[in-house]
C-alpha cells in the first residue's frame, strides 16, 4: 500500500476505536443508572411536597415495604423505624393492598415507638400510589378516645357522687314522716335535710359549670378584664362564710392588672381558691391573696393558714371529685369539683394554676395569667371595672 494511505486511514481506524469505546461506556452507564433506579426508586413526582404539607402522618413505601418519605407526624407517631414500618399491623394491610389492589381503611391501636409502654389510636388508610408505590396514611385519634374515657369516668364519678345526698334526702324524708308527732325531730330533720338539699344543689351547679367550660366556645365574650375588680368581688362573695369562722381576708399587692378573658369566670376561680382556703383552715386564721405582675404576668396567690396537702396527694387536688380530707370536705359541704374549675377556667385563659404546700403549714394556690397589653383598644373593651 502507498505510504501516503497509511496515515489517513490510521487516524480513521481510531477515531472509529475511540468512538466505539465512548459509545459503550454511555450505554454502560446508562443501564448502570437505570439499574440503581430499579434499586433505589425515587418517590412519585408531587409526592415530597404533598407528604411535607401533611400535619397527620403520611409515609411512602417502595415494592420492598422500605421507607421512601415519612412526614413528621409518621415520626413522632413512632410508625417508622430505621426507615421500615414499625408495626406487624401496617405491613400486614400494606401486603393486602399490594395483592388486592384495593385502598384499605382501618381503625388501629399501636405501640407509640420501640420503646415504654405508651400508645396511640389511628385511622389508617393504605392505597397503590402508581404501580410499584403505596401509601400509608394515619390519622391520630388518641385524643378522642382519651376524652372518650375521661367522660365514662366523668358520668361514672357524678352518679357515684349525686348518690350520697339523693340517698340522705331520701331517708330524711322518710323520717321526717316517722317523727310527725314529735316537733323537735321534726326540726332537727328539716335542718339536715335543708343541709343535703344545698349540697345537692351546689354539686349540680359545679358539674353544669364544669361542664360549659369544656366547651370550645367559652370565651365567646372575652374583653380586657381588672383584675382588683375579680379579686374584691371573689372576697365579697367569701365574707360571710371567713366571718362565721373569725377568718380574716386580706387582700393586697400590685394594683391595675388587666387581662383578657371572661370576667364572670375569673371571679369564679378565684372565688373556689378562697372558698377552699377558707374551709380547709383553722377558725381565727388568716387567708391572703395577693397580686402581682411582672414580665408579661399577671399572678394572683391565695395563702391560707390551714391544714396543708400532703406531698403525696399534690398533684391529684385539680382532679374532679377528689378530696384531701373527705370527712371535712362532707361536713363542709364541699363537692370536690372547686379546684378543677379553677384548673379549667385558668387553662381556657391560657394560663396556669400552681400548688405550693406543707403538711401543717397551710397552702398557696398561684393562678398565673398572661397580662393585657395596654392599648387604647383593649382599654375600650375593658370587663369589670370599676365605674
Known amino acids: 500500500m502507498d505510504q501516503a494511505w497509511l496515515v489517513p486511514v490510521a487516524i ?43 400535619e397527620s402522618a403520611g409515609i411512602v413505601l417502595d415494592a420492598s415495604n422500605n421507607v421512601l418519605k415519612a412526614s413528621t407526624g409518621a ?40 420503646f415504654g409502654e405508651a400508645s396511640i389510636y389511628v385511622f389508617v388508610r393504605v392505597a397503590r400510589l402508581g404501580t410499584r408505590f403505596v401509601l400509608v396514611l394515619a390519622e391520630d385519634r388518641t385524643e378522642s378516645y382519651r376524652l372518650d374515657e375521661v367522660r365514662r369516668d366523668f358520668v361514672a364519678n357524678v352518679s357515684h357522687e349525686l348518690k350520697t ?3 340522705a334526702v331520701s ?19 328539716a335542718k339536715r335535710l335543708s343541709i343535703e338539699a344545698e349540697r345537692l344543689a351546689r354539686t349540680t351547679h359545679e358539674i353544669i359549670e364544669l361542664s360549659r367550660l369544656q366547651a370550645s366556645d367559652v370565651l365567646q365574650e372575652a374583653a380586657v378584664v381588672d383584675v382588683d375588680t375579680v379579686v374584691a368581688q371573689a372576697v365579697d362573695r367569701n365574707r360571710v362564710a371567713a366571718d362565721k369562722h373569725g377568718i380574716s381576708l386580706v387582700s ?39 397580686v402581682t ?3 408579661g404576668a399577671v399572678e394572683i396567690a391565695v395563702t391560707d393558714q390551714g391544714v396543708g396537702i400532703p ?43 400552681r400548688v405550693w404546700s406543707h403538711a401543717g403549714s ?21 370587663l369589670g371595672a370599676a365605674p
Open 362 to 382: 397551710g397552702s398557696t394556690f398561684t393562678i398565673r395569667l398572661p397580662e393585657a397589653a395596654s392599648t387604647p383598644a383593649a382599654a375600650n373593651l375593658k
Open 171 to 189: 331517708l330524711l324524708a322518710e323520717a321526717l314522716e316517722s317523727a310527725a308527732k314529735e316537733p323537735d325531730e321534726v326540726k332537727r330533720f
Open 252 to 290: 393586697g399587692g400590685d394594683a391595675g392588672s388587666e387581662v383578657f378573658g371572661d370576667v364572670g369566670m375569673l371571679v369564679t376561680a378565684v372565688h373556689n381558691l378562697v372558698a377552699n382556703a377558707i374551709q380547709y383552715s383553722p377558725d381565727n386564721s388568716r387567708v391572703g391573696i395577693g
Open 165 to 167: 345526698p339523693i340517698g
Open 293 to 295: 405582675h411582672a414580665d
Open 12 to 54: 480513521a481506524f481510531g477515531f472509529l476505536l475511540g468512538a466505539g469505546s465512548a459509545a459503550a461506556i454511555v450505554a454502560a452507564h446508562r443501564r448502570g443508572q437505570r439499574a440503581v433506579a430499579v434499586i433505589t426508586p425515587t418517590v412519585p413526582e408531587g409526592a415530597d411536597e404533598v407528604i411535607d404539607s401533611l
Open 311 to 353: 406531698e403525696a396527694e399534690r398533684e391529684r387536688v385539680f382532679e374532679r371529685f377528689f378530696r384531701v380530707d373527705s370527712a371535712r370536705s362532707r361536713n363542709t359541704g364541699g363537692t370536690g369539683l372547686g379546684l378543677a374549675i379553677v384548673k379549667h377556667v385558668v387553662q381556657n385563659h391560657g394560663g396556669d394554676v
Open 75 to 114: 415520626l413522632a407517631f413512632g410508625l417508622v423505624w430505621n426507615q421500615a414500618l414499625m408495626h406487624p399491623e401496617l405491613v400486614a394491610l400494606v401486603d393486602q393492598v399490594r395483592r388486592d389492589g384495593e385502598p384499605i381503611g382501618r381503625e388501629l391501636h399501636l405501640s407509640r415507638g420501640p
